[in-house]
């Protein structure tokens, strides 16, 4: 039987699941975006490369949200989550130690299954021991922590200049704290015998879940350029500089944080009404990013919105998941945020094509393009 948490426990779980969204998120996935042209100098990476690179992270995520969203019910939040912080704190280790590209790439790769494994086991724990009028705001506000970990890759990225293997380890430290936390505040909630719970929601599409789907796959492809290239944008083509650019980056973090609002967002204006907007907002500043890229008042502002935006928009698809698959919280988030990152995938990979083809503006066109079709893709309204 689940049982419901005391506000000190909330909270305790609040703080601790954001912690460790930051970390496998904003440090071990999303900060590969921050140092994709340190990367490419280092291993001589052309754009389909590090695109590639970024894409093979979305689907290793996708294998990884699979297992976790029918492990979370078995084992219990609290140790698949404590799994997901050693998942980002091994990616970023090797990450910092890599001496060639294919070693690069495996710490990406365990990067990125940190994050498939994180966003279930949390789901569960919020699920299973926060009370039902509280769960979209706790839900919304651990998922905010891609933000923090954003904001604070960027710092570190200043203060270690061109020293980025520093910077990793930064982040492996970082990450190891935010996994002790998890196994402090992260409660196990309710756990249940093999066999009970499927790998995907039963039924695999009930009612809304194929506007959901839609909405995510577009959304990924849409928020990949500038996850995977918004930086390398700024100073390729912008020329904007090291310091001008990690500041832009600073504020995707640190605005992203305001994505926590979400659930209120819902509560207020509704689901379709919340997510139409984002998804313009994030559509709009990809726009932005790639037609002033030598701006710096212009890319700041771009970045800062499209970070509340995609904060926002991915806290919606882990309401508008739970409220599709009210009996499987933690596999109807994990299915919104398979679908999101496959569709990251599928853009990292095609997007950075069409910038060795073309130019990385019109890989940002055909981002911002996708991302008005996700707004016209409106969710149904659910009871709650």
Do not use: K
Request: proline share 4%.
């Amino acid at each position: 039987m689940s049982s419901v948490a005391s506000r000190r426990d909330e909270l305790a779980l609040s703080a601790a699941g954001l912690c460790l969204i930051g970390a496998c998120y904003g440090l071990a996935r999303f900060a590969y975006g921050l140092f994709v042209p340190a990367f490419r100098d280092e291993f001589a990476l052309g754009a389909a490369a590090a695109g590639t690179i970024a894409a093979g992270g979305y689907v290793v995520y996708c294998v990884a949200i699979l297992a976790s969203s029918t492990l979370a019910p078995r084992l219990g939040g609290r140790a698949v989550a404590v799994a997901a912080g050693t998942l980002a704190t091994a990616g970023t280790l090797t990450v910092a130690l890599a001496p060639s590209a294919p070693v690069l790439v495996l710490g990406v790769l365990l990067g990125g299954a940190s994050t498939g494994v994180v966003s279930p086991a949390l789901a569960h724990a919020v699920a299973h021991t926060v009370a039902r009028e509280r769960q979209a705001r706790t839900q919304t506000v651990i998922n905010a922590g891609t933000g923090v970990g954003v904001a604070v890759a960027g710092p570190i990225a200043l203060l270690t200049q061109q020293e980025w293997r520093t910077a990793w380890l930064a982040f492996a430290l970082l990450s190891a704290l935010a996994t002790l936390g998890a196994a402090l505040g992260v409660p196990h909630g309710e756990r249940r015998g093999a066999g009970r719970d499927p790998l995907l929601p039963r039924p695999l599409f009930p009612t809304g879940s194929v506007r959901l789907t839609v909405a995510a796959a577009l959304t990924g492809v849409a928020s990949a350029a500038v996850w995977t290239f918004g930086r390398d944008l700024l100073v390729r083509d912008g020329d904007l500089g090291e310091q001008a650019s990690t500041i832009a980056w600073i504020l995707l973090g640190a605005f992203g944080v305001l994505g926590a609002a979400a659930g209120d967002l819902t509560e207020r204006f509704g689901l379709r009404g919340a997510w139409t907007a984002t998804a313009l907002i994030l559509a709009g500043a990809t726009a932005a990013v790639a037609a002033w890229p030598g701006s710096l008042v212009a890319a700041c502002l771009a970045l800062a919105a499209f970070g509340a935006a995609y904060i926002a928009a991915s806290g919606l698809l882990l309401l508008w998941g739970t409220r599709v698959h009210p009996r499987s919280p933690a596999a109807g988030v994990g299915w919104g945020f398979l679908v999101l990152a496959l569709g990251q995938a599928v853009g990292a990979a095609a997007l950075g094509a069409v910038a060795d083809a073309s130019s990385t503006r019109l890989a940002f066109a055909v981002a911002a393009a996708l991302g008005v079709a996700a707004a016209a893709v409106r969710p149904r309204e659910l009871a709650t």
